[in-house]
């Protein structure tokens, strides 16, 4: 039974010392009563008091943590049903779709896919997260053959789906890994329960619908299960995107712990065509699954699919920066050109992609405007020639060339004369490019 703000209040130290980031401890009591802080932000909570918090501490939806090293990703944990709120934290698990009954070369290619197919954006590594497989022909062997070659590829997620039998073998090949085993429900809980804490894996709560789900979820909770993933049988995109919804704001709303657990949607089994499937899989991962289950993990899928993600889990009330500082791109030296530009991440990242692109050995100058973009913060008086002078002084670039000629965005013209009158002391302002696609042959004609 959850407890009140009031109740959880009582079993804080009391002390206000605001260590959790709130102002007093009834206020950090009240937002854990709503599911909209962790236990663990007190640093002064006693051992007796967490064991009785534990339970009313945790998230309304439990995270699910699956993979290995590196390669693991985490699922759940969310505290709010829209990410202006506060943010979305644990971004959904794209996994790709294999079973014996593909020829080798299928598999072999999205494995391959599965490992290889990555992609660099605003310092992020966008990729997929796993494989879910299947025992499509009831063939123990084969599928045997498919766990121990997808094991050895690499430690990313693996989610099961097998008889008994066969699950019991191959929890043998994964012993070591953290996966998950799909076939649990309200009938079979209790032996779902005690094999899975045998085998150090998840169980997926296999459903025809969230009620049944529910059922079965009621009986994980009875019996303290903290990680269950729930696969509620969905085949057709209306089904599943209402049963997500409904179940975000059963589990955050009235804190239904029975479905408060993450999700996982087969986008690969409600349509043939793979670009419905892709927009049906996109449409999941923002409403609400915990695992979207696509067919494959060609790079024409998983860039914009990741992009998207991406967009959807960075907290929208911080805008991703870059360090302030001076960034060495193609190895400069005294005379190579000097570049000035805000730490706006996508800024940095694209502007030095295009000066990488070009080969001339560049110094850029990353200035803190707090995340914004050129035009935002000249706007906003945070990228004006009164602070950028300073920051120029200061940065040590000028023990690092031999002349005192630097460039700023085209966008900002209009400040080239200020900028050189506080600079000062012989510099030359010059004014580049207005898109940094342009970047390349202003360089290389500088």
Request: hydrophobic share 45%.
């Amino acid at each position: 039974m959850a407890l009140t703000g009031i109740q959880i209040y009582k079993l804080l130290p009391q002390t206000n010392c605001k260590d959790c980031g709130d102002p007093t401890c009834l206020a950090f009591a009240m937002k854990l009563a709503a599911g909209k802080a962790e236990l663990s932000q007190c640093p002064h909570v006693s051992d007796e008091a967490k064991s009785q918090l534990a339970e009313a501490s945790a998230p309304p939806i439990r995270v699910v943590t699956l993979g290995n090293g590196d390669a693991a990703f985490k699922c759940g944990g969310e505290t709010v049903k829209y990410r202006h709120e506060k943010t979305f934290v644990n971004a959904c698990g794209i996994l790709v779709y294999l079973s014996n009954d593909m020829d080798d070369a299928k598999v072999d290619a999205e494995l391959k896919n599965l490992y290889e197919v990555s992609f660099e954006r605003v310092g992020y590594t966008l990729a997929a997260n796993g494989a879910y497989l299947a025992d499509a022909k009831g063939d123990k062997d084969s599928f045997l053959a498919l766990v121990k070659k997808v094991a050895a590829a690499g430690d990313k997620a693996i989610v099961l789906e097998c008889d008994m039998d066969t699950l019991s073998a191959a929890a043998e090949i994964l012993k070591g890994k953290k996966f998950a085993a799909a076939g649990a429900n309200a009938d079979n809980a209790e032996a779902c329960i005690e094999f899975c804490n045998a085998n150090g894996c998840v169980p997926v709560i296999t459903a025809d619908g969230m009620a049944a789900a529910s059922e079965a979820g009621a009986k994980f909770v009875a019996k303290g299960s903290k990680e269950v993933l729930i696969d509620a049988g969905w085949t057709d995109i209306r089904s599943a995107l209402t049963e997500n919804i409904g179940a975000r704001r059963a589990a955050l709303d009235k804190k239904m712990r029975d479905v408060g657990f993450p999700t996982i949607s087969f986008a690969c089994k409600m349509t043939d065509d793979l670009f419905t499937e892709m927009a049906y899989a996109n449409m999941l991962l923002a409403k609400y699954s915990g695992i979207v289950v696509i067919s494959t993990l060609d790079p024409a899928v998983v860039l914009p699919t990741t992009v998207n993600r991406l967009n959807i889990y960075t907290d929208p009330q911080r805008p991703m920066t870059m360090d302030q500082g001076i960034y060495e791109i193609n190895a400069p030296g005294p005379d190579s050109p000097v570049i000035i530009t805000t730490n706006f991440a996508l800024t940095y990242f694209v502007v030095s992609a295009e000066v990488e692109a070009s080969r001339v050995p560049t110094w850029l100058l990353i200035m803190d405007t707090e995340g914004m973009s050129v035009l935002t913060a000249w706007s906003a008086g945070k990228f004006v020639a009164d602070a950028m002078a300073p920051f120029v002084k200061k940065s040590g670039i000028e023990e690092k060339i031999n002349h005192k000629k630097i460039i700023i965005p085209g966008y900002v013209a209009q400040i080239s004369g200020e900028f050189q009158e506080e600079l000062g002391d012989g510099w030359e302002v010059v004014i580049g490019t207005r898109e940094a696609a342009d970047l390349p042959k202003f360089l290389k004609d500088y």
